[in-house]
Protein backbone atom coordinates (compact mmCIF):
# COMPACT_ATOMS: atom_id res chain seq x y z
CA UNK A 1 0.00 0.00 0.00
CA UNK A 2 1.55 3.57 -1.19
CA UNK A 3 1.18 6.57 0.87
CA UNK A 4 -1.33 9.05 -0.90
CA UNK A 5 -3.10 12.17 -0.39
CA UNK A 6 -6.85 10.91 0.35
CA UNK A 7 -9.30 12.32 -2.26
CA UNK A 8 -12.13 14.13 -0.29
CA UNK A 9 -15.46 13.67 -1.63
CA UNK A 10 -17.25 16.14 -3.73
CA UNK A 11 -18.98 17.57 -0.64
CA UNK A 12 -15.84 18.15 1.04
CA UNK A 13 -13.70 21.05 1.38
CA UNK A 14 -9.78 20.18 0.87
CA UNK A 15 -8.87 22.82 2.90
CA UNK A 16 -11.42 22.47 6.18
CA UNK A 17 -12.62 18.91 6.19
CA UNK A 18 -16.03 19.79 6.81
CA UNK A 19 -18.93 19.42 4.99
CA UNK A 20 -19.62 22.57 2.08
CA UNK A 21 -22.43 21.07 0.05
CA UNK A 22 -25.05 19.72 0.74
CA UNK A 23 -26.38 21.55 3.51
CA UNK A 24 -27.62 18.62 6.17
CA UNK A 25 -29.82 20.25 8.42
CA UNK A 26 -30.57 18.51 11.70
CA UNK A 27 -34.18 19.29 12.32
CA UNK A 28 -34.33 18.85 16.02
CA UNK A 29 -31.60 21.31 16.47
CA UNK A 30 -31.66 25.06 16.31
CA UNK A 31 -29.49 26.19 13.32
CA UNK A 32 -27.40 28.47 15.99
CA UNK A 33 -26.69 25.67 18.63
CA UNK A 34 -23.68 24.27 16.71
CA UNK A 35 -24.54 21.16 17.90
CA UNK A 36 -24.47 20.23 14.31
CA UNK A 37 -21.18 21.64 13.40
CA UNK A 38 -19.84 19.65 17.04
CA UNK A 39 -21.40 15.87 15.54
CA UNK A 40 -19.81 17.13 11.46
CA UNK A 41 -16.54 17.57 13.24
CA UNK A 42 -16.69 14.44 15.34
CA UNK A 43 -17.41 12.12 12.47
CA UNK A 44 -14.33 13.95 10.43
CA UNK A 45 -12.43 13.07 13.89
CA UNK A 46 -13.59 9.20 13.70
CA UNK A 47 -12.54 9.34 10.49
CA UNK A 48 -9.37 10.41 10.97
CA UNK A 49 -8.51 8.40 13.69
CA UNK A 50 -9.51 5.11 11.80
CA UNK A 51 -7.19 6.11 8.93
CA UNK A 52 -4.28 7.00 11.32
CA UNK A 53 -4.39 3.40 13.39
CA UNK A 54 -4.73 1.74 10.03
CA UNK A 55 -1.81 3.01 8.84
CA UNK A 56 0.16 3.35 12.18
CA UNK A 57 -1.16 -0.58 12.66
CA UNK A 58 -0.16 -1.71 8.90
CA UNK A 59 3.26 -0.09 8.56
CA UNK A 60 3.91 -2.09 12.09
CA UNK A 61 2.71 -5.70 10.32
CA UNK A 62 -0.37 -5.36 12.43
CA UNK A 63 -4.19 -4.47 11.93
CA UNK A 64 -6.62 -2.14 13.52
CA UNK A 65 -8.36 -4.41 16.15
CA UNK A 66 -4.53 -5.97 16.89
CA UNK A 67 -3.51 -2.15 18.13
CA UNK A 68 -6.95 -1.31 19.66
CA UNK A 69 -5.69 -4.56 21.72
CA UNK A 70 -2.04 -3.76 22.55
CA UNK A 71 -3.82 -0.08 24.01
CA UNK A 72 -6.51 -1.90 26.29
CA UNK A 73 -3.05 -4.11 27.70
CA UNK A 74 -1.38 -0.75 27.93
CA UNK A 75 -4.13 0.66 29.97
CA UNK A 76 -4.23 -2.68 32.21
CA UNK A 77 -0.51 -0.86 34.00
CA UNK A 78 0.86 -4.83 33.79
CA UNK A 79 -1.88 -6.32 35.62
CA UNK A 80 -2.64 -8.22 32.89
CA UNK A 81 -6.59 -8.87 31.09
CA UNK A 82 -8.57 -12.31 30.54
CA UNK A 83 -9.12 -13.03 27.04
CA UNK A 84 -12.72 -12.78 28.28
CA UNK A 85 -12.47 -8.96 29.45
CA UNK A 86 -10.68 -8.20 26.21
CA UNK A 87 -12.91 -10.36 23.92
CA UNK A 88 -15.83 -7.94 25.83
CA UNK A 89 -13.93 -4.97 25.42
CA UNK A 90 -12.86 -5.18 21.84
CA UNK A 91 -16.69 -6.96 21.13
CA UNK A 92 -14.81 -10.47 19.48
CA UNK A 93 -16.44 -13.93 20.19
CA UNK A 94 -14.35 -16.06 21.88
CA UNK A 95 -13.22 -17.73 18.65
CA UNK A 96 -11.86 -14.50 17.42
CA UNK A 97 -10.26 -13.50 20.09
CA UNK A 98 -8.21 -16.80 20.34
CA UNK A 99 -7.06 -15.95 16.73
CA UNK A 100 -5.87 -12.35 17.76
CA UNK A 101 -4.20 -13.71 20.80
CA UNK A 102 -2.23 -16.45 18.96
CA UNK A 103 -1.39 -13.43 15.86
CA UNK A 104 0.37 -11.45 18.42
CA UNK A 105 1.94 -14.00 20.48
CA UNK A 106 3.43 -15.46 17.40
CA UNK A 107 4.87 -11.60 16.74
CA UNK A 108 6.17 -11.39 20.66
CA UNK A 109 3.93 -8.55 21.50
CA UNK A 110 1.61 -10.44 24.02
CA UNK A 111 2.06 -13.59 26.16
CA UNK A 112 0.02 -15.39 28.19
CA UNK A 113 0.53 -15.97 31.75
CA UNK A 114 -1.66 -17.93 34.75
CA UNK A 115 -3.95 -16.34 36.16
CA UNK A 116 -3.02 -16.41 39.87
CA UNK A 117 -6.23 -15.90 41.09
CA UNK A 118 -7.75 -18.56 39.24
CA UNK A 119 -5.57 -21.41 38.10
CA UNK A 120 -8.19 -21.98 35.33
CA UNK A 121 -7.42 -19.37 33.66
CA UNK A 122 -5.09 -17.22 31.71
CA UNK A 123 -4.23 -13.12 31.74
CA UNK A 124 -2.54 -11.71 28.97
CA UNK A 125 0.34 -9.26 29.03
CA UNK A 126 1.78 -7.45 26.97
CA UNK A 127 5.85 -8.19 25.93
CA UNK A 128 8.27 -5.12 25.90
CA UNK A 129 7.92 -5.12 22.23
CA UNK A 130 4.04 -4.83 22.64
CA UNK A 131 4.63 -2.07 25.16
CA UNK A 132 6.97 -0.45 22.49
CA UNK A 133 4.27 -0.74 19.74
CA UNK A 134 1.90 0.93 21.96
CA UNK A 135 4.58 3.68 22.70
CA UNK A 136 4.98 4.35 19.15
CA UNK A 137 1.44 4.43 18.45
CA UNK A 138 0.44 6.76 21.52
CA UNK A 139 3.16 9.33 20.74
CA UNK A 140 1.49 10.09 17.01
CA UNK A 141 -1.91 10.72 19.02
CA UNK A 142 0.10 12.48 22.18
CA UNK A 143 1.68 14.54 19.39
CA UNK A 144 -1.44 16.01 17.79
CA UNK A 145 -3.33 16.72 20.94
CA UNK A 146 -0.05 18.65 22.39
CA UNK A 147 -0.05 20.80 18.88
CA UNK A 148 -3.70 21.32 18.69
CA UNK A 149 -5.26 21.18 22.51
CA UNK A 150 -3.93 24.15 24.41
CA UNK A 151 -2.74 23.02 28.22
CA UNK A 152 -5.60 24.83 30.08
CA UNK A 153 -8.19 23.23 27.52
CA UNK A 154 -6.96 19.59 27.96
CA UNK A 155 -8.46 18.67 31.71
CA UNK A 156 -11.81 20.31 30.76
CA UNK A 157 -11.78 18.53 26.98
CA UNK A 158 -10.74 15.39 28.76
CA UNK A 159 -13.82 15.65 30.92
CA UNK A 160 -15.80 16.22 28.07
CA UNK A 161 -14.53 13.08 26.37
CA UNK A 162 -15.61 11.28 29.43
CA UNK A 163 -18.62 12.43 30.19
CA UNK A 164 -19.55 11.67 26.12
CA UNK A 165 -18.39 8.55 26.39
CA UNK A 166 -20.47 7.46 29.43
CA UNK A 167 -23.71 9.09 27.34
CA UNK A 168 -22.82 6.70 24.67
CA UNK A 169 -22.19 3.64 26.53
CA UNK A 170 -25.68 4.03 28.29
CA UNK A 171 -27.78 4.93 25.33
CA UNK A 172 -25.75 1.68 23.17
CA UNK A 173 -27.30 -0.61 26.44
CA UNK A 174 -30.91 1.12 26.79
CA UNK A 175 -31.57 1.31 23.47
CA UNK A 176 -33.79 -1.35 22.02
CA UNK A 177 -33.32 -3.62 19.19
CA UNK A 178 -35.52 -3.28 16.00
CA UNK A 179 -38.75 -5.22 16.05
CA UNK A 180 -39.09 -7.91 13.54
CA UNK A 181 -41.89 -7.11 11.33
CA UNK A 182 -44.50 -9.80 11.46
CA UNK A 183 -43.99 -13.28 9.87
CA UNK A 184 -45.02 -13.78 6.23
Avoid: C, W
Avoid at 25 to 36: C, H, I, K, M, R
Avoid at 105 to 125: G, T, V, Y
Avoid at 143 to 167: K, Q, S, Y
Wanted: glycine letters at 6%; proline letters at 8%.
Amino acid sequence: MTDTVPVLPPSLDAVSAVPVSPDVTVPELAPDTGLARLITAFRMLQMQHARVLHHESSSRGLNATDARFVFFLAAADGEGVTPKQAGEYLELTTGAMTSLIDRLEKRAHIERRPNPQDRRSILIHLTPSGAEVAKQIGAVYTAAFRDVIAPGDRDPLADAFDRLGVALDHHSRTVTAPQAGPAS
